[in-house]
């Protein structure tokens, strides 16, 4: 009976016109000439239907090549900027940033893994009520073991351990590693995951390094938890970089960089002596310190005025390191201003070993215009350097997870100290002169002779200078 059956069914489908297991083709195509007579009989619609198109690629291109936001043609002051070790100084960039100065606490620098690991992990040990975490990028590896086994066991001794992670800067960590610290009892948000609705903010990352211990010890600077920051930056396998131990008054202030990224990851406001110990009480330490935690808004880029002020108020010397060298017209135009009044400006940034060569080609296009006016330029040679600190006459240092490039200036979320402390200052200075021995001095009539493809390299990669 079954053959019947198959043979009355194709029989029917025929008689339909139709075959077996196909769609009807002559239909569709009937289908898409109709709907193409219909858009030609009428001009006005391909006339919207090509503006909508045209539209959308520019929305699209200048979201890539146009800039984050509006800025002054030309920053200029009336009265010449302050000493750096002045009360009038610090009055006037702690306004302009609106962060107020302070005074105590102590800073030390810790110089690549070798000396930040063991210090992070001795005070995670060592924390007595809570741990609050905060780092960019955070990548599986031995040093990520090395962290979450730490806090794993604080948990053990009922200390608060919060993580927050940026959904971006994380992506290389596999999310079901932190299982074990949850079921511990730690608390793990993320920052700005992909949500329906958020998407214009998506591309503004958390790029703040705060992590502080009992509110009395944190760290800062430009690492995070990877293993090319563990070692001392002995091959291109292991980063040169810098980060920060803090203590009393200035731990507490960067609490300020992880609370308010925390609060609106997840919406627990943070407040009491755990987070706030000794809140108000005078202790010795730095001379004067201003901490910026920057969250750029149209037309107000705070981290960029926390760099310029400073540069503007050079009088002897200024040395930079950054890893990513993409200065605005404000920025450069300070670097040739103070050059030419004589102060020593040197700038030390990454040679080949690089992390992308893109901020590489675009950092190297401003090379000869600062050349010209009497910067000295060295790339470092052994690794790849994401050191962040600048050094004002041997007395002012700002140091922190701010780069010199437009992300940090308007996009992303950082956070930075100003610090008058002539001893961090001296010991800054030392190590960018240690380091400059270890890297290549870019010389001006050799650049101008450099390759010309090179040359093209450069100028294209300025297309994408304000998205990155």
Not at 265 to 293: Q, T
Not at 344 to 357: A, E, T, Y
């Amino acid at each position: 009976m079954a053959p019947h059956r198959h043979s009355g069914l194709k029989k029917t489908l025929l008689s339909r016109g139709k075959t077996p297991g196909l769609s009807d083709v002559s239909s569709v195509h009937d289908l898409r000439e109709k709907g193409r007579a219909f858009v030609r009989a009428r001009g006005w619609l391909q006339t919207i239907l090509l503006l909508i198109g045209l539209i959308t690629v520019l929305a699209v291109l200048g979201a890539l090549f146009v800039g984050a936001g509006a800025s002054p043609d030309s920053i200029y002051t009336e009265s010449e900027v302050a000493p750096v070790d002045s009360a009038l100084f610090a009055t006037s960039l702690s306004h302009l940033v609106n962060a107020p100065f302070e005074h105590g606490g102590s800073v030390w620098a810790l110089k690549n893994g070798d000396e930040f690991v063991p210090a992070l992990l001795n005070a995670i040990d060592h924390a007595k009520h809570s741990i609050n975490f905060s780092v960019y990028i955070w990548a599986d590896g031995e040093f990520s073991k090395q962290v979450l086994s730490a806090l794993i066991r604080a948990r053990s001794h009922n200390v608060a351990v919060r993580v927050l992670l940026d959904d971006f800067g994380s992506i290389d960590e596999p999310f079901w590693k932190f299982g074990d610290l949850e079921k511990a009892g730690a608390r793990i948000e993320r920052f700005r995951t992909p949500q329906f609705g958020k998407w214009t903010r998506l591309h503004r990352r958390d790029h703040r390094r705060a992590i502080v211990i009992d509110g009395e010890v944190g760290f800062t600077g430009g690492m995070a938890v990877k293993d090319t920051w563990l070692g001392n930056a002995q091959d291109p396998a292991h980063w040169r970089d810098m980060m920060f131990k803090v203590t009393g008054p200035m731990a507490r202030s960067l609490q300020a960089a992880f609370v308010n990224a925390w609060a609106g990851s997840c919406g627990e406001i943070l407040v009491g002596p755990d987070m706030y110990p000794n809140a108000g009480e005078s202790v010795p330490g730095v001379s004067r310190f201003i901490h910026l935690v920057n969250s750029p808004a149209a037309d107000d880029y705070a981290m960029g005025e926390f760099f310029i002020v400073p540069i503007l108020a050079a009088r002897q010397s200024l040395f930079i390191v950054t890893p990513y060298f993409i200065p605005d017209v404000h920025l450069q135009s300070a670097l040739v201003k103070k050059a030419r009044e004589g102060v020593d400006v040197r700038l030390l940034v990454p040679g080949k070993h690089i992390d992308s060569w893109v901020p590489w080609f675009i950092a190297q296009s401003h090379y000869e215009a600062l050349l010209d006016a009497g910067v000295r330029i060295y790339e470092y040679r052994p690794t790849f350097l994401h050191s962040k600190f600048m050094v004002v006459d041997r007395q002012w240092s700002v140091i922190g997870s701010s780069n010199l490039d437009y992300r940090s200036r308007q996009l992303d979320e950082e956070n930075a100290y100003g610090i008058l402390d002539r001893g961090l200052a001296e010991e800054l200075h030392r190590t960018f002169l240690a380091d400059i021995e270890r890297s290549d001095e870019i010389k001006a009539g050799e650049w101008r002779n450099r390759n010309p493809f090179l040359r093209v390299m450069q100028r294209l990669s300025q297309l994408f200078e304000l998205q990155s």
